[in-house]
Nanobody, 127 residues
Framework: QLQLVESGGGLVQSGGSLRLSCAAS????????IGWFRQAPGKEREGVSC??????TYADSVKGRFTISRDNAKKTVILEMNSLKPEDTAVYYC??????????????????????WGQGTQVTVSS
């Protein structure tokens, strides 16, 4: 079964950068869309960015600041986060969902389409 482990979270000042990594094991990534989600205290989990083999999508709040990439051979998905803001503070989760031919990556990038989840990594941005 596919397992996901996130790393790279931490404490950073506003305007700083972090690089989150999601390492997969137990299965190839070829059949999955991979997403990064985040959950702040008292808020619902939300989609940050998702990536298929050919497409990416970003939440409006992170467009131009975050970049997602994947390396199927290394079973790794990276989220580069720049110009971080205090409102980016959250637990960040990596998740995998089966490729859906009837949905765009943008349409897939919601919690309910992802059955496999990592344990999360805390990102804290101080002002």
């Amino acid at each position: 079964q596919l397992q996901l482990v996130e790393s790279g979270g931490g404490l950073v000042q506003s305007g700083g950068s972090l690089r989150l990594s999601c390492a997969a094991s137990g299965s190839t990534l070829d059949y999955y869309v991979i997403g990064w989600f985040r959950q702040a205290p008292g808020k619902e989990r939300e989609g940050v960015s998702c990536i298929s083999d050919s497409s990416t999508t970003y939440a409006d709040s992170v467009k131009g600041r975050f970049t997602i990439s994947r390396d199927n051979a290394k079973k790794t998905v990276i989220l580069e986060m720049n110009s971080l803001k205090p409102e980016d503070t959250a637990v960040y989760y990596c998740a995998a969902g089966f490729v859906r031919l009837d949905l765009t990556v943008q349409a897939m990038c919601v919690v309910t389409h992802f059955p496999f989840w990592g344990q999360g990594t805390q990102v804290t941005v101080s002002s």
